[in-house]
């Protein structure tokens, strides 16, 4: 079974659209993560959130929203895409603080006509 | 602010060598230290996780030495494999409780026969 799986893998779409990505864990984590990683491959921390909390990244634009129906899911809401939002998105899972690995889906390849 | 460096974009070695990968940090006091492998069209996985009071973590054909006084971690394949040809990421954990994980650029590693 995989333990974090995104959906859908790849997504194209126009400029000025609204979008979602899903993800789900299976692994009872209770904090899950977006992460951002552009054509450079540098993966860069969006958003993190447990069922108390949610941490956003300054440098997020609010256009990007996290959603979390129950603890096994974070879903990922973008609006307004623009050309710079082009990028492959992963979600992951931990137990949160730094002693812990994170279990990371294969990622959602975005790209932006 | 926190900065994480992995001095080589790419490592070519010939199959059965050592390969050494270097990460550098500045700016900050991890007290954990993890490395992670990315294959083409998927998500990183984790390999090994080094605490600031540790030196040296094994496991099996890999080490992970983790300097506090120098800043620097340096990442070991012995008996070097063509399979073992990947991105590795270093990951340093970021500020706040939840374990935000900041990414080095990664160095991809070619193993040739």
């Known amino acids: 079974d995989t333990a974090v799986s995104q959906t859908p893998k790849y997504l194209v779409t126009q400029m000025g659209n609204d979008k979602s990505i899903k993800c789900e864990q299976n692994l009872g984590h209770d904090t899950m993560y977006w992460y951002k990683q552009d054509s450079k491959k540098f993966l860069k921390i969006m958003f993190s959130y447990n069922n108390k909390e949610l941490i956003i990244n300054e440098t997020v634009p609010n256009r990007f929203s996290p959603k979390s129906p129950d603890k096994a899911h974070l879903n990922l809401h973008i609006n307004s895409l623009e050309l710079g939002d082009s990028a492959v998105y992963f979600c992951?899972?931990?137990?949160?603080?730094?002693?812990?690995?994170?279990?990371f889906g294969d990622g959602t390849r975005l790209s932006i006509l | 602010s926190q900065k994480i460096e992995q001095n080589s974009e790419a490592l070519n070695i010939q199959e059965g060598k050592t390969a050494t990968l270097t990460c550098n940090y500045t700016n900050y006091s991890p007290a954990y230290l993890q490395w992670y492998r990315q294959d083409p069209g998927r998500g990183p996985v984790f390999l090994l996780l080094?605490?600031?009071?540790?030196k040296e973590k094994r496991k099996e054909r890999l080490k992970v030495t983790f300097d506090t006084t120098l800043k620097q971690s340096l990442f070991h394949i012995t008996a070097s494999q063509p399979a073992d040809s990947a991105t590795y990421l270093c990951?340093?954990?970021?500020?706040?409780?939840?374990?935000?994980?900041?990414f080095g650029k990664g160095t991809k590693l070619s193993v040739k026969p």
């Open positions: 990951a340093l954990v970021g500020d706040g409780s939840q374990g935000n994980l900041i």
């Open positions: 080094i605490r600031e009071n540790e």
């Open positions: 992951a899972s931990g137990t949160g603080g730094g002693h812990q690995p994170q279990h």
